[in-house]
């Protein structure tokens, strides 16, 4: 039995504009910059996608432009989850995240991992991920060590005190 695999859908219009800067049309036929067949694919494949840029002529002040419009239309994006998850690999160490989806997040931390033991423990939908998260860890280092994100404490208790957390936001509405 297969499993599926995928990231879930999200329209982001930055990644739009990236893949529209870096496609060229050459006898009438698109090519986008991984395309072998792009003209500057050598250069891309070699040097990065910043070199490429620049070898279609996008100086470098259109593309610092590129990526600060990136960063800005990702920054618009407030809505989101904070979550938890574990690893049965560190039974007592959890990690408290934020993510526009949580489960999208998990599977990108499956690919750090042979066995794909990641679990999403538990996932809070928030207005501001940011600042759910700041609250989320403020909250638990009160409680529990802390190395960045991640918490020496068990993922049902540390979801446990994030649940009043959050069901407490909630209600206050």
Request: aromatic share 12%; net charge positive.
């Amino acid at each position: 039995m297969s499993e599926t695999t995928g990231q879930k859908h999200i329209d982001m219009p930055y990644k739009r504009y990236i893949e529209n800067k870096s496609r060229v049309t050459l006898n009438g036929k698109r090519y986008r910059l991984g395309n072998p067949n792009h003209p500057f694919h050598s250069v891309y494949k070699n040097k990065g996608m910043e070199a490429a840029f620049k070898a279609m002529n996008l100086v470098p002040n259109k593309l610092q432009e590129i990526k600060y419009t990136v960063q800005k239309l990702f920054d618009e994006v407030r809505k989101g989850q904070v979550y938890v998850i574990r690893n049965p690999a560190f039974p007592s160490w959890c990690k408290v995240g934020m993510a526009i989806d949580a489960e999208d997040r998990l599977k990108q931390y499956q690919t750090s991992s042979p066995y794909r033991d990641y679990v999403l423990v538990a996932a809070w939908d928030v207005e501001d991920r940011r600042e759910a998260e700041k609250q989320a860890h403020a909250l638990l280092e009160k409680h529990y060590e802390r190395r960045g994100e991640w918490f020496v404490a068990f993922s049902d208790m540390a979801a446990e005190r994030l649940e009043g957390l959050f069901n407490k936001e909630s209600s206050d509405d």
